[in-house]
């Protein structure tokens, strides 16, 4: 037998009204939020495995960002770079000038004028710091500014002021690359074969044979002698243009690589984001739906609540 009573009726109809409620709440909340629920609770077993995608997400996120530095740092490399190359090709132009002239009145002037562009591209910065100076991005590399300084420098080796550590970046999972290089670094070999020079030892060569009387000055008609010594400068010059060109090679692999593994960082986002979404997103169908039928359920279960008011057992006993 079944007992039946006011109170029990009015609970049973209390907890139904406010099921329904709870049920328009949350489907409220994933139609505003366009989420299954708000927090880790709402996901219930979901949760570790949502969890450790976001971890993962959040990783590749990181290396997303360190590749757009990174690349924004060899782009900044690549013009400078570029600078210093296209300086002493014209360099080499200068000098061949000469040569096929019979003419040294403005080399000087060229020369001078192409060392402050090396100068300059040694001393490129980018996000305020130096890029050719290794870790000490806060000092210029180099502390010569033009022809004159380097002539009177004690040595080449006294001109250059960076440090001896490389800018080394982890842009994937056990994967980190040297994006750097430094200021003493831009050398050529010598006709020799063996012998190591900074490409500023050519200025400071040219501008010491122009300072010695006994060789000097190139100005005007060159002697013989001076046609064959700028003959000998051609093939360091050329040695030296090669090797700055190969630096901005290994730059410009180093961007393309770059931008590989940036394609494949954004690719395995967009797969994390996706597998996330799966687990995340709200069906906004399901969702509408099961919206209009709590608003229903609620109207429905306010309305037993109203008519219980109107109905006492005491009528059933009279």
């Given at each position: 037998m079944t007992r039946v009573s006011t109170t029990g009726n009015y609970q049973s109809a209390l907890l139904n009204l406010m099921a329904a409620q709870q049920q328009q709440e949350n489907a409220s909340n994933r139609l505003s939020t366009r989420k299954v629920a708000t927090d880790l609770t709402g996901f219930g077993r979901s949760s570790e495995t949502l969890t450790a995608l976001k971890g993962a997400e959040s990783?590749?996120?990181?290396?997303?960002?360190?590749?757009?530095?990174v690349t924004a740092r060899l782009e900044a490399q690549d013009l400078a770079l570029t600078q210093i190359a296209d300086a002493l090709t014209a360099v080499r132009e200068a000098v061949g000038g000469v040569l096929a002239s019979d003419s040294a009145?403005?080399?000087?002037?060229?020369i001078a004028g192409q060392f402050q562009?090396?100068?300059?591209?040694l001393n490129a910065r980018h996000q305020g710091g130096y890029l050719?100076?290794?870790?000490?991005?806060?000092?210029?590399?180099?502390?010569?500014?033009?022809?004159?300084?380097?002539?009177?420098?004690?040595s080449v080796a006294a001109t250059l002021n960076n440090d001896s550590i490389k800018p080394v970046s982890r842009v994937a999972e056990n994967t980190s690359v040297?994006?750097?290089?430094?200021?003493?670094?831009?050398?050529?070999?010598?006709d020799d074969g063996v012998t190591e020079s900074h490409i500023f030892q050519i200025f400071r060569d040219i501008r010491a044979y122009n300072d010695n009387p006994a060789t000097g000055p190139l100005t005007g008609k060159p002697t013989e002698a001076q046609k064959a010594w700028l003959t000998d400068q051609l093939s360091r010059i050329d040695a030296a243009v090669k090797s700055t060109v190969d630096t901005a090679s290994r730059n410009g692999s180093l961007q393309k690589r770059m931008e590989q593994i940036q394609t494949s960082h954004e690719a395995q986002k967009l797969s994390l984001d996706e597998l996330v979404a799966e687990r995340t997103d709200a069906d906004m169908a399901k969702a509408v739906t099961d919206l209009e039928l709590s608003q229903i359920a609620v109207q429905a279960s306010a309305q037993v609540v109203s008519q219980l008011?109107?109905?006492?057992?005491?009528?059933?006993l009279r």
């Open positions: 990783r590749v996120q990181g290396f997303l960002d360190t590749g757009e530095v009145t403005t080399l000087m002037l060229d562009n090396v100068s300059n591209g050719f100076s290794g870790a000490d991005t806060t000092n210029a590399p180099v502390l010569v500014g033009n022809l004159s300084d380097l002539a009177a420098a004690a040297e994006t750097g290089y430094l200021a003493d670094g831009f050398t050529f070999i010598e008011r109107e109905v006492s057992l005491l009528n059933y």
